[in-house]
């Protein structure tokens, strides 16, 4: 007498489905993830231009006349300046009725 060894059909479609319903519950949680680590990359991004700012203003007695004053020296940004991971542009604030500081992005 001969023993099979092996899955059935029946077998082999519920790991199937098991498979297929964790995959449903674990990627639009992975993707959401993704995303809140690039607002809170963004976020830290621009805490650390604002710092840098006030580093400048306490180094120097005057604001930034632009953005580029600060993120384009190596003193204040050695590694270069932070980027947006959603590819956006970091506007200052700045002029004589300006904040002086670099707002958040809304993502």
């Known amino acids: 007498m001969k023993v099979r060894k092996g899955f ?13 319903a964790l995959a449903a519950i674990a990627i639009p949680r992975i993707s959401q993830s993704a995303d809140s680590a690039k607002r809170n990359a963004c ?6 231009i604002n ?5 400048f203003y ?14 384009g020296n190596e003193d204040y940004f ?3 300046a932070p980027v947006c991971p959603f590819g956006d542009d ?16 809304n993502h």
């Open 58 to 71: 306490a180094n120097t007695g005057d604001w930034p006349a632009n953005l580029n004053a600060i993120v």
């Open 90 to 105: 970091y506007d200052y604030d700045g002029g004589d009725d300006g904040t002086h500081r670099v707002a958040e992005h």
């Open 43 to 48: 976020k830290t991004n621009v805490d650390l």
């Open 51 to 55: 710092s840098q700012i006030e580093l």
């Open 8 to 20: 059935t059909l029946v077998e082999l479609l519920v790991v199937v489905l098991i498979l297929g």
């Open 78 to 80: 050695p590694d270069g």
